[in-house]
């Protein structure tokens, strides 16, 4: 430090500049417009304590902003050399650095040569530093240092080596007050000095760990467990290429055997031209990791339900695609096309419709179509099954009630009617509503009124009515079960939907259709309807209708393992049921009497059909003898037998 000891005593004087002592404004005034920049501050507090005119004028503050700041922002982004630097000063009462560097008012960041000596005032220990621009004296100053090196020889070099452990004697300094981790190692990778925070860190004291190489204590391990060389580790090559080496991606091990990751900066210490050592500082970032961690798995989540909305999206566009303007009906027969046809006429209107047909002839699925061809189509179609009403109940659910308008009416509840308002109400099973009702939802059909149960206010309601059944209303009118004018009023448009059976040509479409979608429903692929498949399909009677079709090809898929789909049908009944036998004599099905001849003619009669129902085909999968469960050459030998000539190939 180039302060005399004249400055030195300047700053044992009593506290402030504005002291009563008469040699005090010399001094002062000495210390203000001394030529060398020049910083007074208190490394144990990190704060600055004064500064001349020559250190305003280099940095470019005002004395209140010089004052204000913390040494450790005031020397930019250099904590590791600063901390070894004060230590120096602090064990040897002074020291010289050229690696630090400052910050100045215009934003720039200048390096420094910096001399410095510690001044005890009022049994507080200062550092008074003399600050230089590096760029001034970098080259000349760079080649004395050398040259000073090579005379001094090896007595200065074992002076250098005996820094780190006079650093480690210091107390309460910036070392000890940082919350990062912070260690440093000689050329040889042996530790020399640790602070309290990485003590904390890596559950050792410093005295298990200085004067051991640091690397094989805690970062001689990669994550995995596997060994890390010493040659391959950033902190040794840091005093050995002389770079700062910054690692986030790296563990440290604990002495209990527990590892955490970690982010740290190996800086090199330099002193008079030679690499001596280094500094590291450390932290633990378990906490960044894992939401690093999390992050990436949100994000991943993220992803993956993208894709998966994109998939339910492209779905959802192919359902629509499929399900509305009348796709969802699935058929190609005369009986599907007027229906068709009798939805576009009477979509577009407000008409009562009727649709009636067998149980799972799909009039729901009509139902639907009308309404979503309306113009109530952004409004709620409410449906409402007339079947699973129980009969006290069916006033409460088409008209609402009132809170206490009947024993369990605990609150006040809308009823369908309400709840259709502006839409569709679809009457599923009409002719299941009780006589007594009849009434009071023909004048709702008439006047658009009605009042809730308990309740003497009259609603008005704008709805559409669409009712289905499977009964003959006509024949229940005459029986005196259904009421003739709310026959009359729900019949205005009537729509009726032929059987399964009077349609054969639309089960191959039908079949397909609910092949495709219970496949993709239960995830599985590479399963289709052989032609004999179609051909058992189309030669059952279907009394369930288009819901028995859904339900025996769902149930096929579920049973199916290898692609080959296995239909669960009721055996025709020009089929007799009974197996053939090679030894089959007069016997009784069911309670009649086969003669041999009526066996015969059974007999013949079932292979005709059998072959008619493979197309012919004789022998393997689908063939003859495969549906009739016999051995290709049983079923070769009966048809000899019999006179049934194989079919000839097209």
């Known amino acids: 430090m180039n302060l005399s000891d004249t400055e030195v005593k300047t700053h044992n004087l009593p506290d402030t500049r504005h002291s009563k002592d008469a040699g005090w404004p010399m001094?002062?005034?000495?210390?203000?417009?001394?030529?060398?920049?020049?910083?007074?501050?208190?490394?144990?507090?990190?704060?600055?304590?004064?500064?001349?005119?020559?250190?305003?004028?280099?940095?470019?503050?005002?004395?209140?902003?010089?004052?204000?700041?913390?040494?450790?922002?005031?020397?930019?982004?250099?904590?590791?050399?600063?901390?070894?630097?004060?230590?120096?000063?602090?064990?040897?009462?002074?020291?010289?650095?050229?690696?630090?560097?400052?910050?100045?008012?215009?934003?720039?960041?200048?390096?420094?040569?910096?001399n410095a000596r510690s001044v005890t005032h009022n049994d507080q220990v200062l550092l008074s530093a003399t600050l230089q621009d590096r760029e001034v004296v970098?080259?000349?100053?760079?080649?004395?240092?050398?040259?000073?090196?090579?005379?001094?020889?090896?007595?200065?070099?074992?002076?250098?080596?005996?820094?780190?452990?006079?650093?480690?004697?210091?107390?309460?300094?910036?070392?000890?007050?940082?919350?990062?981790?912070?260690?440093?190692?000689?050329?040889?990778?042996?530790?020399?000095?640790?602070?309290?925070?990485?003590?904390?860190?890596?559950?050792?004291?410093?005295?298990?760990?200085?004067?051991?190489?640091?690397?094989?204590?805690?970062?001689?391990?990669?994550?995995?467990?596997?060994?890390?060389?010493?040659?391959?580790?950033?902190?040794?090559?840091?005093?050995?290429?002389?770079?700062?080496?910054?690692?986030?991606?790296?563990?440290?091990?604990?002495?209990?055997?527990?590892?955490?990751?970690?982010?740290?900066?190996?800086?090199?210490?330099?002193?008079?031209?030679?690499?001596?050592?280094?500094?590291?500082?450390?932290?633990?970032?378990s906490d960044r990791k894992e939401a690093e961690n999390n992050l990436r798995s949100a994000l991943e989540q993220v992803k993956s339900l993208q894709r998966r909305l994109e998939e339910e999206n492209a779905y959802l566009q192919e359902e629509i695609r499929t399900e509305h303007n009348y796709r969802e009906i699935i058929g190609s027969s005369s009986a599907i096309r007027q229906v068709i046809q009798k939805i576009q006429l009477v979509a577009p209107t407000n008409s009562t419709t009727l649709i009636t047909g067998e149980s799972g002839t799909g009039k729901e699925l009509i139902a639907r179509a009308i309404h979503v061809s309306s113009e109530r189509s952004d409004r709620p179609l409410i449906r409402v099954n007339c079947a699973a009403i129980p009969r006290d109940l069916f006033e409460s659910e088409f008209f609402g009630h009132i809170r206490g308008a009947f024993t369990g009416a605990t609150r006040d509840r809308a009823g369908r009617f309400e709840l259709a308002d502006g839409g569709t109400l679809f009457l599923d099973e009409v002719g299941e509503i009780p006589l007594e009702l009849q009434?009071?939802?023909?004048?709702?059909?008439?006047?658009?009124?009605?009042?809730?149960?308990?309740?003497?206010?009259?609603?008005?309601?704008?709805?559409?009515?669409?009712?289905?059944?499977?009964?003959?209303?006509?024949?229940?009118?005459?029986?005196?079960?259904?009421?003739?004018?709310?026959?009359?009023?729900?019949?205005?448009?009537?729509?009726?939907?032929?059987?399964?059976?009077?349609?054969?040509?639309?089960?191959?479409?039908?079949?397909?259709?609910?092949?495709?979608?219970?496949?993709?429903?239960?995830?599985?692929?590479?399963?289709?309807?052989?032609?004999?498949?179609?051909?058992?399909?189309?030669?059952?009677?279907?009394?369930?209708?288009?819901?028995?079709?859904?339900?025996?090809?769902?149930?096929?898929?579920?049973?199916?393992?290898?692609?080959?789909?296995?239909l669960d049908l009721p055996v025709p009944e020009t089929i007799v049921k009974t197996a053939l036998t090679p030894d089959e004599e007069p016997e009784a099905v069911g309670n009649v009497l086969m003669t041999e001849n009526e066996r015969v003619a059974r007999d013949r009669l079932m292979i005709m059909q059998a072959l008619n129902q493979a197309g012919g085909k004789v022998f393997g999968k689908d063939g003859a003898a495969d549906l009739l469960g016999l051995k290709?050459?049983?079923?070769?030998?009966?048809?000899?037998?019999?006179?049934?000539?194989?079919?000839?190939?097209?």
């Open 439 to 566: 009434g009071k939802l023909l004048r709702v059909l008439q006047e658009g009124q009605y009042e809730r149960i308990g309740e003497e206010k009259t609603r008005s309601v704008d709805v559409r009515i669409i009712t289905a059944t499977n009964k003959d209303l006509a024949a229940e009118v005459t029986a005196k079960n259904f009421r003739e004018d709310l026959y009359f009023r729900l019949q205005v448009f009537p729509i009726h939907l032929a059987p399964l059976r009077e349609r054969p040509e639309d089960i191959p479409l039908l079949a397909s259709h609910f092949l495709h979608t219970i496949c993709r429903k239960l995830n599985k692929r590479d399963i289709h309807l052989s032609q004999s498949d179609v051909r058992r399909l189309k030669s059952h009677r279907w009394p369930g209708n288009v819901r028995e079709l859904e339900n025996i090809i769902e149930r096929a898929v579920i049973v199916t393992q290898t692609g080959r789909l296995h």
């Open 138 to 285: 970098e080259g000349l100053r760079k080649q004395a240092d050398a040259n000073d090196y090579v005379r001094r020889g090896l007595a200065e070099w074992r002076k250098y080596e005996q820094l780190f452990h006079e650093i480690e004697q210091g107390n309460q300094l910036l070392l000890q007050a940082a919350g990062d981790g912070i260690y440093g190692v000689n050329a040889d990778g042996i530790t020399t000095f640790i602070n309290p925070a990485a003590e904390r860190l890596l559950g050792y004291n410093a005295d298990e760990l200085v004067g051991k190489n640091m690397h094989q204590m805690v970062h001689c391990r990669h994550p995995d467990g596997s060994h890390y060389s010493v040659r391959h580790c950033p902190i040794y090559a840091a005093f050995n290429d002389g770079t700062v080496h910054h690692v986030d991606d790296e563990v440290f091990w604990r002495k209990d055997g527990s590892v955490f990751p970690v982010e740290y900066t190996s800086t090199p210490i330099v002193e008079h031209g030679m690499l001596i050592g280094a500094v590291i500082i450390f932290r633990d970032i």
């Open 632 to 650: 290709p050459t049983t079923l070769a030998s009966r048809m000899k037998r019999l006179g049934i000539e194989k079919p000839k190939k097209q």
């Open 27 to 114: 001094f002062y005034n000495f210390f203000d417009q001394h030529p060398t920049a020049t910083l007074v501050f208190d490394p144990v507090e990190n704060r600055m304590v004064d500064a001349n005119r020559a250190a305003m004028d280099l940095l470019g503050f005002p004395m209140e902003t010089l004052l204000q700041s913390k040494p450790s922002w005031l020397f930019n982004g250099g904590l590791s050399a600063l901390v070894v630097f004060t230590q120096s000063v602090m064990v040897q009462g002074f020291c010289w650095t050229n690696e630090l560097s400052c910050r100045t008012r215009s934003g720039r960041v200048i390096p420094v040569e910096c």
